[in-house]
Each structure stands twice: as C-alpha cells, then as structure tokens.
C-alpha cells in the first residue's frame, strides 16, 4: 500500500472461472465464466433469483464456491481480497450507527495509517463523493442518497483496487439514482479502478457498462456478455437517446426474458 | 401528525406532577389529622418530614445511606460484568447458548432474597454476601437483554466488517460489542432499580444492623421512632428516583445514536 492517495494503485483484472454453487439439493449457480476487465465497469444483471447475491458473495471471499475459482489479478481467492472494497445495497444496515461519518470512512484505515494520513484520506474520499464538511454528523441524520455517498467514500478510503457493488442505488429515489450513477462514473474515470455493479435494472446496466453479464434463471449461467461501445463520459439525457443505447437495452430485456433471437444483437459488440 | 391525544407542554407536565405530590401529602395529612383514619403508627406527612430533615443532618445516617450505595454498586458492578459476558457470549455463540441456557432457566427464578442468608453463612457477616445478593437479583435482566442484544446485531455490519478486513475477534469488539451496548444498558438500567429494592431488603433481613435496610430495622425495633422508620423508607425510595434519573441521563449522552435506529 503507498502512503499518498494521489498514487492509486493499479487496477485489477477478475477473472470466474466455471462458478457453481449448490445449497443442499439447490443449484443456485450452474456454471459461470466471465472476465472482468481491468480499470473498466462491469455490470452483472439477471433475473431476481438467479444468485447474483451469491456470486457477488463468492467474488468477494465471503463465501466459498462449491467448484470453480475466482482469480483477482491471476491469485486464487481465498478469503476477502486485498484491494477489494465492497458497497452494499442496504447503507443504513452497513454503515455503523454509533460512529461519525468520519470515523466511518476511516474505519478500514484503522490500522494501516498515521492519524494525519487518515484524516487526510478522509477528507480526500468525503469530496470526492461530495460530502465535505459533513464529517461530524451520524449516518442516520442524513438523508438515503448521503448515506450511500458515506458508504462509497468508506470504499474510496481503502484504495481499492476493484470496487464491487451489490444493487448499490436500489434503495434510493430515482434523481438521486441518477446523480449517484453520474458519481460512480466520474470517480471511476478519475481514480481508475475497476468496477463491478450488480443490479437488476437494465437502464442502468446499459448506462454504466463497459460491459454487460446477463445472468440467466437459476441455476444460473452467462447468457451473454456484451460489450458496450457508448462514448465517455455519459450524460443522462443524451446517451440514453443514443441509438447503440436503446438498442442494448431492448436486447438485455429480450435476454433477459429469454426471446432474444441473433439478429437482436447486430447493433451491439458481442464479446 | 395529530396524536389522539397532544402531549401536554413540558411545564405543564412539571406543574401536574408537583401538584400530584402535594396534592397526595396534603391529603393524607388531612384524612390522619381529622381522625377519618386513626390508628398508632401511621405517618404523619409532617412528622415524616421532621424526621427527615434530622436524619439528613445526621451523619451517622450519611454514613448508612453510603453503605447502602456501595453494596449496591458492588452487587450491581458484579451482575454487569457477568451478566454481559455470559450474556454477550450466548447470544454470539451458539455452542455457548445451548451449554448455558439450561443452566440460567433452572436458577433464574431463585429469589435471591432467599440465598441471602445461605451466603452470609458461607463468606460471613459484612458487604460481601449482600453485595452478591443484589447481584443474583441484578444479574438476569442484564444476561437477557445482552444475550438478546448481541444476537440482533445486524448481518449487514459483520458482513462489511469481514469485507474490511476485520478478524473475528476484532468482530465481537469493534462491531457485536458497539452494537449491542446500548441495548446492554437498558438491562443495567432496569437492574439498577431492582438491585436497590434487593440491597435494602437485604440489609433489612439478613444484614448486620448496616445500611438504610439496618437503620430501619433498628428504628422500627423501637416502637416509638416509627415516624424515623417512615423518613428512612422514604429516603430510600427518593435513591431510587435519583438513580433511575442519573441512569437516564447516562443513557442519553453514552447512547444517543440509538435515536438513529427509530428511522
């Protein structure tokens, strides 16, 4: 780990090879392969149900597969990796209550840095999200939008490498959707890190990808990976009017409710 | 919002309730002084007072009344740290919970008031078996909502603690134990009022003339200082008002993020 934050580290590449998890008599994942490229967004959408949870869980290191291995840039996991920073869907479960905002972003610096190092990150990682000054409040004063800013600092805090979120905008308002998937972009831009997203909107998917992983029905395997070529940086209004836009969009959909047909995909990059 | 019924403004709850209280003594003054009810032994408000004010300028009385707190404290201080242990314990560990639980049943509805006695048999005359006392009494409320508290901690926070690296102990000190502290409290809190109830009790029956519970007992062996025994009852009562106050406030200012979790 350097000691200046202006240094980020270099991206990571993930790799999943042949995935499958099984509860009891359960499959909930059937096989799954999939790249998940360096210093890009990937996003990994599915049918609710199709495991996206576990396999975010399994990539993480929370929990095992029953065969199959992941590969951060070309190590075994085993265990939560380091550089790995996870933002869940529920921020005011994830975030801890009894702490400052501060004292939540400086958490996972606990133990690896001089006190002025951590509060310099800290102040680093509150404006990048836009939340400078708002340090000394509780997580619970602030509205769900802010909440789930502090929990993406707490992520920026570590220097990940690769940044993992699980449904992150499900539980706020459509405007601040928006706005926090214009944040996710520009920080990712700016910090060059990857980043995978779960989530089972489509819209989003499209908006955010560099490239797309449509899970199918459990037990779950790829249906497709595409790439999308969308000019960066994105802007709410005008690359949803794109053409490669509202194309990708239908054939995910038409994916993911399984009456895509071949031609679906000719104005999309299929990788 | 509309309540079905607004609270009433502060002040006027503060009125009502010093009206309550004089309201209650000006008529048991009256009905006693009237001969409505007569009978020997019954506490006269004024009298009571009278004794009161003299126990309170009595520093022999100071000195009882130090005693009382100190056992109970003790008691207290004991029932909290083997309660949130054990308690603590149980609810994060299962192979704890399933060794222990049978065990807590079985003694849980032992009134400790009456191994009391057993105690002071065993370690003697002096604090120490009333100080346990209390702490048996004390002990339970404060093992179940510890037990309760660490179990109710949210996956979500262990979970993210794991993703950043936390140990497994560093899981039960950074992220169980914070979480579950306040509700860790609120056992110590109802605890607290029932350990002062027990530490008086105790004194009272089994201790050796020491204590609130000590100064009554001798008081009331001397029929003619029943108004004393009244004023000493009422003092301690007046404890337990202000611990229970003291307690709150405490609550407030260790726990107030707790007001978060409402939302």
């Keep these: 780990m350097t000691d200046h934050a202006t240094e980020q580290p270099a991206p990571a590449e993930l790799v999943l090879e042949q995935i499958s998890k099984t509860y009891g008599q359960n499959r909930a994942i059937g096989d799954i392969s999939a790249t998940i490229p360096a210093g890009k967004v990937s996003v990994i959408v599915g049918p609710s149900g199709a495991g996206k949870t576990t396999l975010l869980r399994i990539i993480t290191g929370l929990e095992e597969a029953t065969s199959g291995r992941v590969l951060f840039d070309g190590e075994v996991v085993n265990g939560v990796p380091e550089g790995l920073a996870m933002v869940f869907q529920d921020y005011s479960r994830s975030l801890f209550p009894w702490m400052r905002v501060e004292d939540n972003v400086a958490f996972p610096l606990r133990r690896r840095a001089s006190k002025a190092e951590r509060t310099r990150r800290v102040a680093e990682a509150l404006q990048a999200v836009g939340l400078d000054g ?34 992150p905008y499900a539980s706020v308002d459509a405007q601040t959707r928006a706005e926090l998937e214009d944040l996710l972009l520009s920080i990712q831009a700016q910090l060059d890190i990857t980043v995978l997203v779960v989530t089972h909107d489509i819209d989003e998917s499209v908006y955010l990808a560099d490239r797309i992983i449509v899970l199918s029905k459990p037990p779950s395997t790829v249906t497709e990976v595409i790439d999308v070529g969308l000019a960066r940086p994105r802007d709410q209004i005008t690359t949803k009017e794109e053409a490669e836009f509202v194309h990708a969009r239908a054939h995910v959909l038409r994916l993911l409710r399984g009456t895509a047909t071949p031609d679906d995909a000719s104005d999309v990059r299929v990788a | 919002m509309q309540l079905i019924h607004d609270p009433l403004p502060r002040r006027t709850q503060v009125i009502l309730g010093i009206v309550g209280v004089v309201g209650f003594v000006a008529v048991l003054e009256m009905v006693i002084r009237s001969g409505l009810v007569s009978g020997a032994g019954l506490p006269l408000p004024s009298a009571v007072a009278e004794q009161v004010v003299d126990l309170l300028g009595d520093g022999e009385f100071w000195t009882q009344i130090g005693f009382t707190l100190r056992q109970w404290l003790l008691g207290l201080a004991i029932a909290s740290v083997a309660g949130i242990i054990l308690g603590g314990l149980m609810g994060a560990v299962p192979t704890i919970f399933a060794m222990f639980l049978l065990p807590v049943e079985i003694l849980r509805p032992l009134p400790s008031i009456a191994v009391g006695p057993l105690l002071v048999l065993l370690l003697g005359a002096g604090m120490l078996p009333l100080s346990l006392t209390v702490a048996l009494a004390c002990m339970w409320p404060i093992l179940f909502n510890s037990m309760y508290a660490a179990r109710a901690v949210d996956p979500v926070a262990i979970q993210t603690a794991r993703t950043l690296h936390v140990s497994r102990a560093g899981i039960l000190m950074q992220i169980r134990l914070p979480a579950a502290l306040p509700f860790m409290f609120t056992g110590i809190r109802v605890a607290a009022s029932i350990g002062l109830i027990v530490a008086v009790s105790a004194e009272l029956l089994f201790g050796s003339g020491q204590g609130i519970g000590g100064y009554i007992l001798v008081a009331s062996t001397n029929a003619s200082n029943l108004d004393g025994v009244y004023a000493a009852t009422l003092v301690a009562g007046v404890l337990g008002v202000l611990v229970t106050a003291v307690l709150a406030s405490i609550d407030r200012l260790a726990f107030g993020w707790k007001e978060g979790l409402a939302q």
């Design chain 1, 134 to 167: 708002k340090g000394r409040l509780y997580p619970w004063q602030m509205s769900g939008g802010m909440q789930q800013r502090v929990a993406i600092a707490r992520a920026l805090a570590c220097q990940p490498r690769l940044l993992v979120m699980d449904e």
